[in-house]
């Protein structure tokens, strides 16, 4: 392949430019003649001619390797390829690193970043530096694993310009270390390294015109490791600090920042003594500002403006920094490392007093003198400040000493010395303090042994060149000449590496070597040789040390002299031609200071000052074994002599060997403007830095050998299309490759096979892309011709077909209508015939019609005449009737009015004439005589009358009372009858009443009907039609209102749900957080706990111990309450006979129930019931006198209650004659059972006192050896004895509660028959009511209804109580009788033996065999730990396998519920502690065991389920049966050990999840992303020298290969659950692991997605989505889809689908919707990655990606997880136990035989 094949019409090529340094083009036509014609992107044209193909301009890459993140990947390596592909990843991708080979090339973004978060640092962990993309993590991820593998130091070297990032970027270098590397110790090193960026920062950066937080100063950092690789300690060095920055500031620059935080603090009157106000007596505050013609501000007390050190640079303050913010936090640092705050005091008065010791103003004195002013102010701030004499600074301030042999003389100094003589004092004080600091930092640093290896970050400048230079340029190109030859040997060295490696041949690659220049600076006569020379000079002077070096440095090239100055020289660096001003450089190189200040200093009362003046000079330490170049010094003095361009060529040299001694990595940072405006690449700028950093050479030492490179198997991938079937061997790859390559390179040179790579040349793969995407595209024709011919010749022949069809329907749609024509005619015939038939029909018919209507017509007519004739005469008939009646009624009435009027006046004539002769007779005596007389008779009558109603009254008043008394009882007996009797006649009225009604209207509705006409009819009938529109006007109306309200009900209950449902989630999202930070605290605790325990592992190791102990991790850890030590668990089994069973470990005291009752003064109170037992265990005393108070006092209090219930019943219902004589029964019961219980208890009482009696007879008989009481059997026969009493008991038990059954039976069914009767005379009621008028006496009855029934409510609630009363009594009565039968013997210990209560008596116990288990396990307290033994530490998950689900968690409770059985708080709780430390043992000893974190996690939660189930608790016992409920705890409440064991299982979850984690984590990358269906598909582009040949770091590459890793992660998800499932697990606690996991799984392959470049593209996308499925058909065959675990892969599923969608304008709103579950920055950051696989797929346009964001910021708007990138990978969902009760009967529980339990005993 010639270079002309590549410059053909079409080719894009690099043509140089002024502005933008480079502008692509394309050539408009083939190259020929020497002449190239090209076509800019604005439209220009040019014509270009060349001298030969060596001069042809550059060829610009294929627009699929444009935007790659190694530069060496590219095919055409130069540097218009790099400029743009730093460009385009800078400002399209907002990508900030970019590999060039071993460098990382970091450009600053000006702009806060989110991708150095934890979850950052855990995505590089692990990685090789080419797996991801490009990130200072991976440097400093690749320097840890080599330190680990290669067993050798490492550096990290960072350099660039000022303003370019390089203190962030060796800060979050050393970030990573301290994270991966934390240190284990308790002084947390890694913290404090973090904590002293600020400090340094403070006193060792400032402001420049180029950064706002430039370092002026190299430092190198040195961390130090174990031989774990655990951070143990840290060293730094510092080199060439700019201490004229002290005294000096150029225009828009600041001091070191610690001055203006100092400034920012001057209002705290703490720092008041170092009177840093007020500003008046500032003599230079507004010195730097006097050309400005605007009037001073008025200054502040403490500002920076009002120090001559301070304000000469004219910028006091930095846009986004708060200066007093930053010095807390530096004092904040400083204290972290250790300095005290009165050491920091005096550090800040040495800063204070340097800043008023510029404030002293000199005067010129006239001549060669000069003075200070005595009330010169600042001047006794400064001796007051640094504890210094005020006169003798004067004094040394404006006099020098001269020794002249034996005299010494006191000179005055002019003006600008003495001016120079203060500010190298400020300065020489500032490098002290400066040096001290970084001594105490590296004393807090320093290790406390000798460290195993270290990781040394250099944070030095780059190469720097301005308009005027200096010796501070000098010195730091001169470091940046030693780096850069340090750096080039090194990548000579790895490319040599590699083709030794893969076995080419090769040609040794010429690079640049600045050896000559180094020479120039530092050899023998050299520059700084003769610097060194010239200020030993008396009178030496910078111009004649130039002419010096004009004269002796002329022979090196690299040296020159300008033309036109006489005071400056040329250096030719590796970057650039650099020109030095002469000026200053000897007395910066001198840095001399009077000794009679230093002196001065050394006599000050401040400590620190004494102290930074009077300590000897050390030697920085180094951590390689090297020697200095020269002799240390002897003292103080002889060191102060020594140049300062010495001391800095000795420490580089140093440096130097150092980082020879190591393994460099390299950060090259560029600043890509000089605005510092976010992501705006300036090219010139970037060029400048690009050519003087290195990263060309780099780029030029790649392409000048093999920089393309690929693996046999990537190139057969890639390039297949290139061959044909038959030159492909699959079991050689190398020799199909050799073919392919055959048939496109005829040049051998253009390649080289290696051992397992194929080497190209820089451009030929940019020739093989060509080829390929040649042969693609002439394949894609081919495709489409053939497409295209099946299309047409498809449409032909259905256009032929269709064709045939059309005719052969119209010629049957022709026929057809012939044939309709004629039926048409035929039909037409017909109906013409019928019609004229039925016409002339109609005609006769007409005519008959009309003829007959005539006659009837004509009758009619003479009928009616008729008939209204006869009508007349009869009419008249009665008119004259009439008349001839009224005329003769008329005379008789006259006549009768005529005879009374007369005899009326005839009457009244005979009255008057009667009424004269009485009134005559009235007046006569005889007539009042016969008046008195008759009255008398009557009184005498009435006084008779008088005395016979007296004596029949007294008769009457005997009976009167008993009449009243008996009035009154029948009133009481009969008065609901009489109501009821007076209903039901007011009924029978009514009801006759409404009868007689309905007859009446009958009667009149009977007559009206015969006189209504059809107009009543018809009347009817329109009443009829208006009420049905009015009905249904008024059904349509209540329909309509009745919608509105439901809609309106809807949209009410629409709002209320959302409203609740937003709550809701709200109190689901609190609550979730709560517990998620509460599950968090515990992990914490449980991991600090191992470590605690390590700790004390290693401490006893150190004493020289053999015995392994530590302290106990039991669940007083988690409560705070033991300390009891524990032996560690060991593997054999006879280690566990030595724990401890007897000592109290728990979290204090079992809360008693019993022991919470009062206490009575009852008869059995004084009764003994304990007895001792024989052996050694302690004694344990049965509570019985205190249940039986506990009963009495119940009993007491139900009698209360029964009594107030049924003397309110019997008050409320006098006259109800069945609830009178039920209460008479139910009193009746209530005393048998007063009298039984009184039975009982007197019976308990003789019992007592006869075992009291027994027990002191036979111990003064027979001692302690009481077994001969039964030598004869005398006590068995008692026991058969009183086992029959016992049985005789019972049935007469069983019979009377058979009876009381029958009696509550009848009580119940009398009571529902009165309710029914009430019921039906209620609705009787109701129904009359409401046919009657609503009347007062009929409103009074309705009352008097409503009362009763009400009254009828109450009695039948007052009979559910006592129902509910007799209830509690027949239990009680129970209870009763079954403590009758435990007592019924003579013999107490029987009685003792029955009740279970183990009082180990004297007498031998005898059993009773039961059929029905109580569902408990009886042990002896000795056998503790033998059973913890069995039941924890030697239960195997293999032997669990075979059991019940959680049978040990039933066994240990059925043990549990023993110890509440028989109330023994001591046994409770040692065998809750025994059971929570074996656990926790043995999950220790186990924790990578996954079926024994299982098997306990599944064990643990039965035994909290059973705790919860059989607590007691209503809320537990929704489920359970009744005699579930009967087996509830009845003593204890372990509720604090419920929230115990719930912590544990919460430790032992995260313990399986994260055994869970660490199986998947290696398959999660090859089987989500790398794995693919076809391989191949995706065809691999080029890639760089990290992703070809990997990192040099650790090699953790999968386990498996990507074709079989999805099928091993599918197996390890069905291990899980088949593990989760065989151990019993809860289905919700199933469902909760898978969704954890599912979430790690996205959360890793999300972060890994979005860290590789080579993922993200359509192929891709869809084998991701299609792996994605396998795993949510997984789900579906475990039936797990439906719980939602699949809704933690959404990001991810979501994220294939955006590499699978499209990518046009209108897409914008339908992608956004689809990514819900991405953030903002995972959206942009997958758009900014997607790059096509192949030339045919367009890129994504810059425009579509800004459209996205702008609409994702509108979904965005106060969310803050959106600005995130990585998920994170440790969050985990916070664990739920749902409650999950067993149907299990623990009676039903038996021991297997695989379980050597035989001390346990069933009851």
């Known amino acids: 392949m010639s270079v002309r094949e590549l410059y053909v019409k079409g080719a894009h090529v690099w043509i140089p430019d002024r502005e933008q340094v480079w502008r692509c083009a394309q050539l408009t036509q083939d190259y020929k003649n020497h002449l190239v014609t090209v076509t800019f992107e604005d439209g220009q044209t040019q014509e270009i001619k060349v001298k030969s193909d060596e001069e042809l301009p550059p060829l610009r890459n294929p627009e699929i390797l444009i935007g790659e993140n190694d530069l060496t990947s590219l095919s055409y390596l130069h540097e218009p390829a790099v400029l743009y592909n730093l460009q385009v990843r800078f400002c399209n991708q907002n990508a900030i690193y970019t590999y060039c080979g071993i460098v990382l090339v970091a450009i600053n973004p000006y702009e806060e970043l989110p991708i150095y978060g934890p979850d950052t640092i855990s995505a590089y962990r692990g990685h090789s530096m080419g797996d991801l993309d490009p990130h200072i993590f991976a440097v400093a991820e690749e320097a840890f694993t080599q330190m680990e593998r290669d067993n050798r130091d490492q550096s990290i070297i960072v350099s660039g310009e000022s303003g370019a990032g390089k203190t962030v970027s060796a800060k979050y270098a050393m970030r990573y270390f301290a994270s991966v590397g934390g240190s284990d110790s308790e002084t947390q090193i890694e913290k404090k390294i973090l904590a002293s960026n600020p400090i340094m920062e403070a006193i060792g950066n400032a402001k420049t015109t ?106 006091p303050s930095i846009e986004g920094v708060d200066d007093g913010a930053d010095f807390i936090e530096t004092c904040k640092a400083l204290s972290l490392l250790g300095i005290s705050e009165a050491t920091q005091n005096q550090m800040f008065r040495i800063l204070a007093g340097i800043l008023h010791l510029g404030n002293i103003v000199i005067q010129d004195n006239g001549g060669d003198a000069s003075t200070i002013d005595k009330g010169d102010e600042s001047l006794a701030i400064v001796a007051e400040l640094l504890g210094i004499s005020a006169s003798e600074l004067k004094m040394w301030l404006c006099h020098r000493k001269i020794t002249s042999g034996r005299e010494v003389f006191t000179k005055p100094v002019t003006l600008s010395e003495a001016t120079f003589s203060r500010d190298a004092l400020a300065k020489h004080i500032y490098a002290k303090l400066f040096d001290w600091i970084v001594k105490e930092i590296n004393k807090c640093f320093a290790a406390p042994t000798k460290p195993f290896r270290f990781i040394g970050v250099l944070d030095i400048y780059g190469f720097e060149t301005f308009e005027i230079n200096s010796f501070e340029q000098f010195c730091i190109n001169y470091a940046n000449e030693k780096l850069q030859q340090q750096f080039n040997q090194h990548v000579f060295k790895l490319e040599q590496e590699e083709y030794v490696k893969e076995q080419i041949e090769w040609e040794f690659i010429n690079f640049y070597d600045n050896q000559p220049c180094i020479d120039l600076i530092e050899s023998k006569l050299g520059i700084l040789d003769l610097l060194d020379e010239e200020c030993r000079m008396p009178k030496g002077s910078d111009q004649s040390w130039v002419e010096k070096l004009y004269d002796k440095c002329k022979k090196w090239d690299h040296f020159s002299k300008p033309r036109l100055s006489n005071t400056s020289f040329l250096i030719a660096h590796f970057a650039d031609k650099v020109g030095y001003e002469c000026a200053g450089f000897l007395e910066k190189n001198r840095d001399t200071v009077s000794e009679e200040q230093i002196n001065l200093l050394k006599s000050s009362q401040i400590s620190l000052v004494h102290a930074l003046f009077t300590e000897k000079a050390q030697v920085a330490p180094t951590k390689v074994k090297v020697l200095p170049t020269g002799p240390s010094p002897a003292h103080s003095s002889k060191q102060m002599r020594k140049s300062v361009g010495s001391q800095f060529r000795d420490s580089l040299n140093l440096l130097m060997l150092t980082l020879n001694s190591t393994t460099p990595h390299y950060v090259r940072c560029i600043k890509p403007n000089d605005d510092k405006m976010a992501f705006t690449f300036d090219p010139t700028r970037a060029i400048q830095q690009l050519r003087a950093c290195g990263v060309l050479e780099t780029v030029r030492i790649s392409a000048a050998g093999y920089p393309s490179r690929w693996t046999y198997h990537e190139f057969f991938c890639r390039y297949r299309v290139l061959c044909t079937s038959r030159d492909i061997v699959r079991n050689d790859m190398r020799l199909t490759c050799e073919k392919i390559i055959a048939n496109m390179i005829t040049d051998e040179d253009k390649f080289k096979f290696g051992r397992t790579k194929i080497f190209f040349r820089a451009g030929q793969v940019a020739y093989m892309e060509k080829l390929r995407a040649d042969r693609l595209s002439a394949c894609g024709i081919m495709i489409q011709k053939n497409v295209r011919m099946y299309i047409h010749r498809n449409r032909f022949r259905r256009m032929r077909n269709s064709a045939i069809v059309i005719q052969k329907y119209a010629r049957g749609m022709a026929s057809r209508r012939l044939a309709h024509h004629m039926r048409q005619t035929a039909a037409a015939i017909k109906i013409q015939a019928c019609v004229r038939g039925w016409v002339k029909r109609v005609q006769y018919r007409r005519l008959v019609y009309t003829i007959t209507r005539l006659q009837a017509h004509a009758r009619g007519c003479w009928a009616r005449q008729k008939y209204q004739h006869m009508r007349r005469d009869r009419a008249a008939i009665v008119i004259q009737k009439n008349v001839r009646q009224w005329l003769t009624r008329r005379r008789y009435l006259r006549a009768m009015r005529g005879f009374v009027i007369v005899q009326g006046l005839v009457r009244c004539f005979l009255a008057r004439r009667q009424l004269k002769k009485l009134k005559i007779e009235a007046k006569s005596i005889e007539h009042q005589k016969k008046l008195n007389k008759g009255l008398e008779n009557k009184i005498i009558s009435l006084q008779q009358k008088l005395t016979e109603m007296k004596n029949e009254n007294s008769f009457i008043s005997s009976y009167k009372e008993e009449i009243t008394v008996l009035k009154t009882r ?66 349509l109306t209540k329909e309509l209102s009745d919608a509105q309200k439901e809609e309106t009900k809807r949209e009410s209950e629409e709002y209320l749900r959302r409203k609740f449902e937003a709550e809701k989630q709200q109190l689901i999202l609190e609550n979730t957080d709560e517990k998620s930070g509460y599950q968090r605290l515990l992990k914490e605790f449980n991991r600090l706990e191992q470590k605690n325990e390590h700790l004390e592992e290693e401490l006893a190791k150190f004493k020289g111990g053999n015995a392994h102990k530590r302290t106990a991790s039991n669940v007083s850890n988690l409560s705070g309450a033991s300390d009891a030590p524990t032996e560690l668990v060991h593997d054999d089994a006879s280690e566990f006979s030595s724990f401890p069973g007897d000592d109290d470990i728990g979290y204090g005291s079992v809360r008693s129930r019993s022991s919470e009752m009062s206490d009575s003064n009852r008869n059995l109170d004084n009764i003994e019931w304990s007895s001792q037992k024989t052996g050694d265990t302690s004694e344990i005393k049965i509570q019985v006198p205190q249940k039986l108070q506990e009963l009495e006092m119940e009993n007491a209090k139900l009698k209360d209650d029964l009594n107030r219930l049924r003397k309110s019943i019997a008050d409320s219902e006098p006259q109800n004659n069945r609830v009178q004589e039920f209460m008479r029964q139910f009193e009746a019961l209530q005393d048998e059972l007063e009298r039984r219980r009184e039975e009982c208890i007197q019976l308990r009482t003789v019992l007592a006192n006869r075992a009291h009696d027994l027990r002191s007879v036979t111990q003064t008989s027979y001692g302690k050896d009481v077994d001969i009481v039964n030598e004869d059997g005398e006590l068995v026969l008692a026991y058969q004895t009183q086992k029959q009493v016992n049985r005789q008991l019972e049935d007469e038990l069983k019979k009377e509660k058979q009876r009381l059954h029958e009696t509550e039976t009848d009580y119940k069914g009398e009571l529902e028959r009165l309710r029914r009767d009430n019921e039906r005379q209620q609705k009787l009621l109701a129904q009359n009511l409401c046919k009657s008028d609503a009347t007062n006496s009929e409103t009074l009855l309705q009352s008097e ?101 959680g049978l040990p968690a039933y066994i240990l409770f059925m043990c549990i519920r023993h110890t509440d059985h028989i109330n023994d708080d001591e046994k409770v709780r040692s065998l809750l502690n025994n059971i929570v430390n074996g656990v926790k043992r043995v999950i220790k000893k186990r924790h990578e065991d996954l079926d024994s974190t299982v098997l306990w996690l599944s064990n643990v939660l039965r035994l909290l389920h059973n705790l919860k189930q059989y607590s007691g608790d209503k809320a537990f016992q929704a489920e359970n049966t009744v005699k579930q409920n009967e087996q509830s705890l009845k003593n204890f409440d372990l509720s604090e050990y419920r929230q115990v064991l719930s912590d544990i299982a919460v430790w032992i979850y995260n313990g399986v999840i994260k055994l869970m984690e660490e199986k998947v984590q290696p398959l999660i990358v090859p089987s989500i992303l790398e794995h693919e269906a076809i391989a191949g598909l995706s065809g691999n582009k080029p890639g760089g020298m990290r992703g070809r040949t990997g990192s040099v770091a650790r090699e953790l590459e999968s386990p498996v290969e990507p074709q079989k890793a999805l099928d091993l992660l599918l197996k390890e998800m069905t291990q899980f659950y088949r593990t989760l499932a065989m151990f019993g697990t809860d289905p919700e606690l199933i469902t909760q692991v898978f969704r954890q996991i599912f979430y790690f799984i996205c959360a890793g392959s999300l972060n890994n997605l979005l860290l590789r470049k080579d993922m993200c593209h359509w192929s891709k996308g869809m084998q991701i989505r299609y792996n994605l499925s396998h795993l949510e058909q997984w789900t579906r065959d475990m039936r797990l889809h439906e719980s939602g675990v699949t809704d933690t892969l959404a990001p991810i599923i979501q994220a294939a689908q955006l590499l699978q969608a499209r990518k046009s304008d209108d897409d914008v709103h339908s992608i956004c919707d689809m990514c819900d579950k991405l953030s903002v920055s995972q959206i942009i950051k997958i758009l900014n990655l997607y790059t096509p696989a192949d030339e045919f797929e367009d890129r994504v346009p810059i425009s579509f990606i800004h459209k996205i964001q702008a609409k994702l910021q509108e979904r965005a708007e106060g969310e803050q997880a959106q600005a995130t990138l990585l998920m994170n990978t440790k969050f985990a969902f916070p664990v739920r136990f749902p409650f999950n009760p067993s149907s299990i009967h623990l009676e039903d529980i038996e021991l297997p035989d695989a379980l050597p339990l035989t001390m346990l005993k069933k009851v």
């Not at 010195?287 to 920076?304: A, K, N, V, Y």
């Not at 000795?1422 to 913890?1428: A, G, K, L, S």
Request: charged letters at 35%; hydrophobic letters at 30%.
């Open 1345 to 1445: 209804i409503m009362r009763l029934t009400s009254e009828n409510l109450n009695l039948q609630g007052q009979v559910d109580n006592l129902t509910e009363q007799l209830k509690k009594y027949k239990r009680s009565l129970r209870a009763y009788a079954k403590k009758l039968k435990e007592a019924g013997g003579g013999d107490p210990t029987d009685m003792l033996d029955v009740n279970t209560t183990n009082e180990g008596e004297v007498l031998p116990i005898i059993r009773k065999k039961e059929r029905e288990y109580m569902g408990m396990f009886e042990y002896d307290r000795r056998e503790e730990m033998q059973i913890i033994r069995v039941l924890v530490y030697e239960l195997k998950p293999r032997v669990a396998v075979t059991l019940l689900p």
């Open 970 to 1035: 029948v009133t009481d007996l009969k008065g609901v009858e009489k109501q009821l009797k007076a209903s039901n006649n007011q009924v029978s009225e009514l009801e006759a009443r409404i009868a007689e009604l309905t007859k009446e209207l009958e009667m009149e509705r009977g007559e009206k009907m015969d006189v209504l006409t059809q107009k009543e009819r018809a009347d009817k009938e329109n009443r009829e039609l208006i009420e049905k529109l009015n009905e249904e006007n008024v059904r």
């Open 210 to 315: 180029r950064n706002d937080n430039s370092s002026r100063f190299g430092k190198y950092i040195e961390l130090d490791f174990t031989r774990s690789y655990s951070i143990m300690g840290a060293n730094m060095r510092t080199y060439l600090l700019e201490k004229s920055r002290v005294v000096f500031q150029a225009p828009e620059e600041r001091n070191y920042h610690i001055f203006y935080q100092l400034c920012s603090a001057a209002s705290d009157k703490k720092y008041s003594h170092l009177r840093l106000g007020p500003p008046e007596t500032f003599h230079y505050m507004n010195q730097g500002l006097q050309e400005d013609p605007t009037p001073p501000r008025r200054s502040r007390p403490g500002h920076q403006d009002n120090f001559h050190y301070l304000n000469q640079g004219s910028s």
